[in-house]
């Protein structure tokens, strides 16, 4: 009994964190498996994202289908990522020093240069998004979307991932995620987007929302390049910054490809 408790206690610590959803106490004693079991997180998010594009969409129109996808992952995240987009903004746009980026990100107010990005983020996202459920099979992206800003953040487990001054998460999370363990999930996001594209429309679509996940993996690497060297690490708000400029990423690269497969 007490190794399936141990055993549950990671993804109960992901979905403490990372979601809104009551766990039981187990789930919010320790945060050493938030960032292993975040991209499992990110398939039971995609999935309730994808539905809810998919009924809205037949039900009113694609563009309602994709807000109202974005509208359900915000609140079952209670907008942690959209905020911490928000604060990496604001810490990174305007041209400061380390300490006073930092001090800018730890704030609870959001500066014009975050309000810009959060506003932009979310129509390119709810554009992308219904782009693609205006098709016949555009559910697939919405949800490998969601699983790879998931599998973005994980990354910044990996040992020698460099955390910020400051940052209580960072250091928590730090070195939690072996190698292995972030190949062996990303090699089932590609098969999993692979399969329910190519079962969707076909092998063309596979190849492209593939390509698209690997797309996103840059981008969410490029901010947390940009970070660390400004930052001197990711923190906590870089991580939901890398997972909304991944899961972005993703949709408007297939949305874009979504015409020719």
């Known amino acids: 009994m007490s190794d399936r408790r141990s055993w549950w206690a990671g993804p109960l610590e992901s979905v403490a964190l ?34 809810t594009g998919v009924l809205g969409a037949h039900l009113v129109s694609p563009l309602t289908g994709s807000v109202g996808a974005l509208a359900v992952l915000a609140a079952l995240t209670r907008a942690l990522h959209l905020d911490g987009l928000a604060d990496t903004a604001d810490g990174l746009g305007p041209l400061r020093g380390r300490e006073r980026a930092l001090q800018v990100m730890h704030q609870g107010d959001v500066g014009p240069f975050g309000v810009v990005t959060l506003v932009l983020t979310l129509l390119l996202q709810a554009s992308a998004g219904a782009a693609l459920l205006a098709g016949d099979g555009g559910w697939p992206a919405l949800w490998t979307a969601v699983v790879v800003a998931r599998l973005s953040m994980a990354r910044t487990g990996l040992p020698g991932t460099p955390t910020a001054e400051g940052s209580s998460l960072g250091r928590a999370v730090a070195g939690t995620v072996s190698r292995p363990w972030l190949a062996g999930w990303t090699a089932l996001t590609a098969a999993l987007a692979a399969t329910t594209a190519w079962l969707s429309t076909g092998p063309a679509a596979a190849a492209v929302l593939v ?5 996103g993996l840059l981008a969410a690497e490029a901010v947390r390049a940009r970070a660390s060297a400004r930052l001197g690490g990711v923190t906590g708000d870089v991580m939901g910054a890398m997972g909304e400029a991944a899961a972005t990423v993703v949709l408007l690269v297939a949305a874009a490809c979504a015409g020719i497969v």
């Open 211 to 215: 390509g698209a996940a690997a797309a």
């Open 18 to 51: 990372l979601t809104a959803v009551r766990v039981p106490a187990a789930g919010t004693t320790s945060t050493r498996g938030v960032l292993p079991w975040a991209p499992l997180v990110g398939l039971a998010l995609g999935g309730v994202a994808a539905g």
